[in-house]
């Protein structure tokens, strides 16, 4: 059964684990990379959050040990753990190595492991007998030392949210591509993470001043902390995964305009065995597979290949209004099939299913079309305009000469 703590906390905890899935194989295979080490242990971190701030899991901590209200520095401690790594992982990738990089990053090192440590100091000195599951930030504001504790913890989470913005924002308009998209959708998480502290200040303040606006606390800011850590995650992801996926787009381009020259040439080799590609097979792979298909049909077909019959196909393309490129395209088009029907007559009248490749060689070493597949498949997607050219060929070789 969905539930509302299901939508708020277990659907971004699931997207935040499925990203890590994703990034993982790059992570392993490039371990040294720091970036992509960081990003990595970042999205586990933030997946870890809304795992323990669920208010189930917020029970079941302090059930489990048996202390009421010990899953506060818990979740606190890790949400300022969180905040804290993003600074740091913001400053090691914008900023060039250097002494005040050095510097920056230790004094963020310090100030969040003091944080911690302090998150723990209050919860300790503070009296909270009672067990607030959703409403702890309010129903304690006035309490000693649990007034500190919860003070402390927005204070470090406003100020990494600040210190970031400001680096983000910074940079956004000196870069480019993905990496721009990339840091767009960090500084609109970290705005909305404004915008989580702020109700959350909001609701404290009103409880100081003897008013309830308790809602703000329990019912927006849960959203808000929702939808910025998803954008924050999403940041780090688009600059790495981006130029992967428009890459792996690029493949499958390639590899479906190929189809056509792919199909033609199966012909020429029908009992050949086929290398099966699983439904996950990188596309860079699958493009690769059937190159290599293409070149074995063509060392089939080579022997029936012939350098005149695609110049004059070439000659023809072009008095019809076709372009250089694309008359190259259809000459190389026309010279393949003319050669597998010579290849399949050859067959019937040997009675044999295989032809001999020996002369293939020296006929494609002078094919230079075939340095552009792409050309020559796009052409034979119109088996039409092929055949026309071929037609017309047919014709003036059946001309009789004076």
């Not at 963020?108 to 909270?128: Q, R």
């Not at 022997?303 to 076709?322: F, K, M, Y």
């Amino acid at each position: 059964m969905i539930t509302s703590e299901t939508l708020t906390y277990g659907i971004p905890a699931a997207l935040l684990g499925i990203a890590f899935l994703i990034k993982a194989p790059s992570i392993f295979r490039f371990w040294r990379d720091i970036l992509l080490r960081a990003v990595g242990g970042l999205l586990l971190l933030a997946c870890a959050v809304f795992v323990i701030v669920d208010p189930r899991n917020i029970h079941r901590t302090n059930e489990i040990t048996g202390v009421p209200n010990i899953a506060a520095p818990v979740c606190y401690s890790m949400i300022s753990a969180f905040c804290g790594s993003c600074l740091l992982l913001v400053i090691v990738w914008l900023v060039e190595p250097s002494k005040r990089r050095t510097y920056a990053l230790r004094l963020v090192i310090t100030a969040y492991i003091l944080v911690i440590a302090g998150l723990w100091v209050t919860f300790a000195l503070a009296d909270v007998p009672v067990e607030r599951i959703r409403d702890l930030d309010t129903y304690y504001a006035n309490t000693p030392f649990m007034r500190e504790h919860i003070v402390l913890y927005l204070t470090a989470h406003f100020v990494a949210c600040v210190a970031t913005s400001v680096l983000i924002w910074s940079y956004v308009g000196k870069v480019q591509g993905w990496l721009r998209a990339g840091l767009f959708l960090l500084g609109s998480g970290y705005l909305l993470n404004l915008g989580f502290t702020a109700t959350k200040v909001t609701a404290i303040a009103a409880r100081w001043n003897g008013k309830n606006m308790d809602w703000l606390s329990t019912n927006v800011a849960p959203p808000i902390a929702v939808l910025s850590a998803l954008l924050i995650a999403a940041g780090f992801l688009v600059p790495h995964a981006g130029p992967y996926l428009q890459e792996q787009r690029k493949e499958r381009r390639r590899y479906r305009k190929l189809g056509p020259l792919w199909r033609t040439l199966r012909t020429a080799n029908p009992t050949a065995r086929r290398v099966r590609m699983g439904i996950w097979s990188p596309w860079g792979m699958r493009v690769v597979q059937r190159e290599a298909d293409i070149f074995d049909g063509l060392l089939k077909v080579g022997p029936h290949l012939d350098r005149n019959r695609r110049s004059h196909a070439r000659a023809e393309a072009l008095a019809s209004g076709s372009s250089a490129r694309e008359a190259a395209a259809i000459g190389a088009a026309v010279d393949i099939v003319s050669a597998l029907d010579s290849m399949a007559k050859a067959r019937l009248s040997s009675g044999d299913s295989t032809t001999s490749a020996d002369s293939s060689h020296e006929e494609l070493e002078d094919f230079k079309e075939f340095e552009e597949l792409v050309p020559i498949s796009l052409a034979l997607r119109d088996p039409s305009a092929v055949e026309t050219i071929r037609h017309r060929m047919d014709q003036q070789e059946s001309v009789p000469t004076s």
